[in-house]
């Protein structure tokens, strides 16, 4: 909150209560808990810096280990032909969480609890237990990836997952949702490093310019791998459990009404920050793309660039999708621990200490651990998960975003303050109708190879 | 705070962190009950299982095929 004080007001009276400017409210003398600043700037940069995090963190979280695959695929595949499709999803996903940030301020709670109230037991226990399964799914893949990595680096997955597994759980146990906070957004901000490998790997700057902002498609045929790709960076771009970890971090941080427009600037600026950072790692897969490699999975690519580019970039990739995935699996088994222990009337705070909220933190816990102990069993069919993930995250997203938008244009819950303005149900039905056509056809790929020739 | 030892009137900005601050009340939405059933609220969660259906029938007919029920794959 914001304050306009007189300076001798702070002496002669105290601390200054109330959004002030038009209406003071002078209290009792007690110290001044905020920051005081001279200049209007000064404020609006210390409260923006204040708010900042929950945006950044769901949208770089968002380019985890499957994320790095996916986009560097793209890459391998069409070089940076696929650019335009990354500036097309930047207001796409600002405008899906957008309606999450200011859902979660307006009401203070999680996503699954909303459904859970508005929608029905019904409807709460199904997107509840479809986006418990679908993560889980989606943190044997993080594991996956550190397991797959970090082997390439020497190091045995027996030592790199548990070790992975038992600084994820440290992260979150001690209480305190700022030192999470302020970790993990350092952790993003070592995705900067994509954009060092991306001018190290000899990225040709014009045509990438070009094919970001003319859109078009690889020369050749439009077939079934083309349109699976595309779909697959669209699906990767919006995750189901984002629209969840928002909301959920948005009411942990417990945001003020005044601050939805820092909040607003935080998850734009995220998105931007994400694009970017997807982008650069298209351009990395291009390199591949250049010199015919042919590769299986980013850590292949890896250690096959290691000759072309350098040590820095076959390091670089292997250890930014280690931080990729551990973003990742941060985050999603927060979505799902934040959502478990609402519904179930837990507990499910940072805030708390682990005592004091067992259940929440053992979701997590139990989250990190299993995943982490099933990608150490030998053989374990890492394509059939994969797969998995693809038609689950089919089933939630789009009913996911069916409950946010309905929420948001809810009178009787938000009034008129909150809910949706006419521009945004056209943008946001237009965003639903795209995302059910594309989930719809991606999982009848998965399911229904045989429709597609 | 030392700074703040000036008796000029001059206007400064107290930025209180969302934790630190005093809890702000949200809007009240337990006892609400369920949403109102509109027509829009009724279509889209028509569609809504419409399209879960869909899926459902195309992860059967999947899971059939994998099995070997259907004769194929």
Same mark, same amino acid.
């Given at each position: 909150?914001?304050?306009?004080?007189?300076?001798?007001?702070?002496?002669?009276?105290?601390?200054?209560?109330?959004?002030?400017?038009?209406?003071?409210?002078?209290?009792?003398?007690?110290?001044?808990?905020?920051?005081?600043?001279?200049?209007?700037?000064?404020?609006?940069?210390?409260?923006?810096?204040?708010?900042?995090?929950?945006?950044?963190?769901?949208?770089?979280?968002?380019?985890?280990?499957?994320?790095?695959?996916?986009?560097?695929?793209?890459?391998?595949?069409?070089?940076?032909?696929?650019?335009?499709?990354?500036?097309?999803?930047?207001?796409?996903?600002?405008?899906?969480?957008?309606?999450?940030?200011?859902?979660?301020?307006?009401?203070? %709670?999680?996503?699954?609890?909303?459904?859970?109230?508005?929608?029905?037991?019904?409807?709460?226990?199904?997107?509840?237990?479809?986006?418990?399964?679908?993560?889980?799914?989606?943190?044997?893949?993080?594991?996956?990836?550190?397991?797959?990595?970090?082997?390439?680096?020497?190091?045995?997955?027996?030592?790199?997952?548990?070790?992975?597994?038992?600084?994820?759980?440290?992260?979150?146990?001690?209480?305190?949702?700022?030192?999470?906070?302020r970790i993990v957004i350092g952790l993003?901000?070592?995705?900067?490093?994509?954009?060092?490998?991306?001018?190290?790997?000899?990225?040709?700057?014009?045509?990438?310019?070009?094919?970001?902002?003319?859109?078009?498609?690889?020369?050749?045929?439009?077939?079934?791998?083309?349109?699976?790709?595309?779909?697959?960076?669209?699906?990767?771009?919006?995750?189901?459990?984002?629209?969840?970890?928002?909301?959920?971090?948005?009411?942990?941080?417990?945001?003020?009404?005044?601050?939805?427009?820092?909040?607003?600037?935080?998850?734009?600026?995220?998105?931007?920050?994400?694009?970017?950072?997807?982008?650069?790692? !298209?351009?990395?897969?291009?390199?591949?793309?250049?010199?015919?490699?042919?590769?299986?999975?980013?850590?292949?690519?890896?250690?096959?660039?290691?000759?072309?580019?350098?040590?820095?970039?076959?390091?670089?990739?292997?250890?930014?999708?280690?931080?990729?995935?551990?973003?990742?699996?941060?985050?999603?088994?927060?979505?799902?621990?934040?959502?478990?222990?609402?519904?179930?009337?837990?507990?499910?705070?940072?805030? %708390? %200490? !682990?005592?004091?909220?067992?259940?929440?933190?053992?979701?997590?816990?139990?989250?990190?651990?299993?995943?982490?102990?099933?990608?150490?069993v030998p053989r374990m069919p890492l394509?059939?998960?994969?797969?998995?993930?693809?038609?689950?995250?089919?089933?939630?997203?789009?009913?996911?975003?069916?409950?946010?938008?309905?929420?948001?244009?809810?009178?009787?819950?938000?009034?008129?303050?909150?809910?949706?303005?006419?521009?945004?149900?056209?943008?946001?039905?237009?965003?639903?109708?795209?995302?059910?056509?594309?989930?719809?056809?991606?999982?009848?790929?998965?399911?229904?190879?045989?429709?597609?020739? | 705070?030392?700074?703040? =030892?000036?008796? =000029?009137?001059?206007?400064?900005?107290?930025?209180?962190?969302?934790?630190?601050?005093?809890?702000?009340?949200?809007? =009240?939405?337990?006892?609400?009950?369920?949403?109102?059933?509109?027509?829009?609220?009724?279509?889209?969660?028509?569609?809504?299982?419409?399209?879960?259906? $869909?899926?459902?029938?195309? $992860?059967?007919?999947?899971?059939?095929?994998?099995?070997?029920? $259907?004769?194929?794959?």
């Amino acid at each position: 909150m914001i304050r306009t004080l007189q300076v001798f007001d702070l002496f002669r009276h105290g601390r200054a209560e109330g959004t002030l400017r038009s209406e003071p409210k002078i209290q009792s003398a007690v110290p001044v808990t905020g920051r005081v600043v001279r200049r209007k700037w000064q404020h609006s940069l210390l409260t923006f810096l204040m708010v900042f995090g929950p945006g950044l963190i769901v949208m770089e979280a968002d380019n985890d280990a499957g994320a790095v695959s996916t986009y560097i695929q793209a890459g391998a595949q069409y070089g940076t032909r696929l650019l335009w499709l990354m500036l097309l999803l930047l207001p796409i996903t600002y405008f899906v969480q957008e309606m999450v940030a200011r859902l979660g301020i307006a009401t203070g %709670k999680g996503h699954v609890a909303m459904i859970y109230e508005r929608f029905g037991k019904w409807w709460g226990r199904f997107s509840l237990l479809d986006l418990m399964f679908v993560n889980f799914l989606t943190l044997i893949t993080e594991f996956a990836a550190i397991s797959l990595a970090l082997s390439k680096l020497g190091i045995s997955p027996y030592v790199a997952v548990p070790v992975s597994a038992a600084g994820l759980i440290l992260l979150v146990v001690t209480g305190s949702y700022l030192r999470w906070e302020r970790i993990v957004i350092g952790l993003c901000l070592i995705d900067l490093t994509w954009f060092a490998l991306a001018h190290a790997v000899h990225s040709n700057w014009a045509i990438s310019l070009h094919d970001t902002l003319v859109p078009g498609l690889p020369p050749g045929r439009v077939d079934s791998n083309l349109i699976y790709l595309i779909i697959a960076i669209v699906g990767t771009t919006i995750a189901p459990w984002q629209l969840f970890f928002q909301q959920s971090c948005v009411a942990e941080k417990r945001l003020r009404f005044a601050d939805l427009k820092w909040a607003r600037l935080d998850t734009l600026l995220g998105a931007a920050f994400t694009v970017a950072v997807a982008g650069a790692m !298209i351009l990395i897969g291009d390199l591949g793309f250049r010199h015919r490699i042919g590769f299986e999975d980013p850590a292949q690519l890896a250690v096959a660039l290691g000759p072309i580019a350098g040590k820095f970039v076959r390091n670089g990739v292997l250890l930014l999708m280690v931080n990729a995935a551990v973003l990742g699996t941060t985050a999603i088994s927060l979505a799902s621990a934040w959502a478990y222990g609402e519904v179930m009337g837990w507990q499910h705070s940072l805030h %708390k %200490k !682990i005592h004091e909220a067992p259940a929440f933190y053992a979701v997590y816990i139990a989250c990190v651990a299993a995943a982490a102990a099933i990608v150490l069993v030998p053989r374990m069919p890492l394509q059939v998960v994969i797969i998995s993930v693809q038609v689950f995250a089919g089933l939630i997203l789009p009913s996911a975003i069916i409950f946010l938008q309905l929420l948001l244009n809810d009178h009787a819950l938000l009034g008129d303050e909150w809910i949706n303005r006419r521009w945004n149900n056209w943008i946001n039905w237009t965003i639903i109708v795209v995302l059910f056509a594309l989930s719809l056809l991606l999982a009848a790929q998965v399911m229904l190879p045989n429709l597609f020739g | 705070m030392e700074r703040l =030892q000036n008796t =000029q009137a001059m206007e400064v900005f107290e930025v209180v962190h969302p934790l630190r601050d005093k809890a702000e009340k949200k809007l =009240q939405t337990t006892g609400l009950g369920p949403i109102e059933m509109t027509t829009g609220v009724k279509i889209s969660l028509m569609m809504l299982r419409v399209y879960l259906t $869909l899926m459902t029938f195309m $992860l059967v007919y999947h899971v059939a095929g994998l099995a070997g029920i $259907l004769g194929r794959h």
